[in-house]
């Protein structure tokens, strides 16, 4: 750790407080109002000298002090100034010198605006030379859109005719022109193919179909999942009453959604004629609303354990 020599904390604060600071002038002012009374008049020399430098010691503040002014040109020059009359002129000369430049800059990137449509401004520069360019308007494409499709316009395609039997070989560009004439659009029937198939129709129903198709196939994948999963409800061989209905509720409602459930009662050797008790119950009270069956010829069951199999009744 280093050690501080108090002499240099001494020299420093007697630097500080030179004639030239306002720490000074304003000690020197207290001690005139302790020689003379408190009587201000006679110390109004001191005083002036003290306010004197306040307001210079503010203005090279002001001049040291982040800009904060508005974002249009005339306060952003006002700003550039700080108030410091010494920077005024070399200030104003390079504004000058900028503006002239941005003017003989200006006609010779103007040709530039249009030259790619991709272009969205000018690299970097002053700001007035930061143009936005405005993309030429372009119809929108009304064909069902290709994605994904290795085919350009001169590439041989199928067009197959509405009744779905004659077909035709033309260039893209043709058949675009045909769904054009025809107010249709042009749809892929088999992309992939060489060379590939299209056919004319109306893009907004198509993509409807393959929605609902779409729809259809994931209720049917449901559907076949629930025929092979099998939901199961564990019961103990001593349930009260209240836990046995919601239960059998819960697996009543699981049957109505076309699912398979496993009832199976775990039980200990000595609530063994407890658990048949259980199962005798359960066969009677799930009869009413699935169809109910044991375990398979073979079937491998933990020990101490009975199972009741409910399927939807068809």
């Known amino acids: 750790m280093e050690s501080r020599d108090p002499g240099k904390q001494k020299t420093g604060r007697a630097q500080k407080l030179t004639e030239d600071t306002c720490g000074y002038q304003y000690k020197r002012s207290l001690a005139c109002l302790d020689r003379n009374g408190y009587d201000k008049s006679k110390c109004e020399e001191e005083f002036e000298l ?72 000018f690299g970097p520069g002053p700001p007035k030379l930061r143009q936005s360019v405005q993309r030429p308007e372009q119809e929108a494409p009304s064909q069902f859109p290709f ?41 892929p029937v088999a992309p992939h193919a060489r060379p590939p198939v299209f056919r004319l129709g109306d893009a907004s129903e198509a993509a409807k179909q393959a929605r609902l198709r779409e729809r259809d ?19 103990g061989p001593n349930t009260q009453e209240n836990d046995l209905k919601m239960k059998l509720d819960k697996a009543k409602e699981m049957v109505e959604r076309k699912y398979r459930v496993r009832l199976f009662i775990p039980f200990k050797n000595q609530h063994r004629e407890a658990a048949a008790r259980m199962l005798q119950r359960l066969n009677d009270v799930c009869t009413g609303f699935a169809n109910v069956a044991g375990p398979a010829l073979g079937e491998r069951l933990p020990t101490n354990t009975v199972v009741v199999y409910l399927s939807p009744k068809a």
Request: with cysteine.
């Open 50 to 121: 003290y306010k004197q430098c306040k307001k210079h010691e503010s203005s090279a503040a002001r001049c040291t002090r982040p800009s904060q002014t508005a974002s249009t040109d005339a306060t952003r020059e006002q700003g550039l100034l700080w108030r410091c009359p010494s920077l005024e002129p070399g200030a104003h000369a390079a504004l000058r010198h900028l503006s002239s430049l941005s003017q003989q800059l200006l006609p010779e990137a103007q040709p530039l605006r249009h030259s790619h449509h991709g272009l969205q401004c």
């Open 147 to 187: 994605q994904g499709l290795n085919i350009e316009a001169d590439d041989n395609v199928r067009m197959v005719a509405e009744d779905g039997q004659s077909h035709k070989v033309m260039a893209l560009s043709a058949a675009l022109k045909a769904a054009k004439r025809e107010r249709m659009d042009l749809l």
């Open 217 to 235: 196939a994931r209720k049917k994948e449901m559907e076949n999942r629930r025929k092979t999963s099998m939901k199961e409800v564990r019961i």
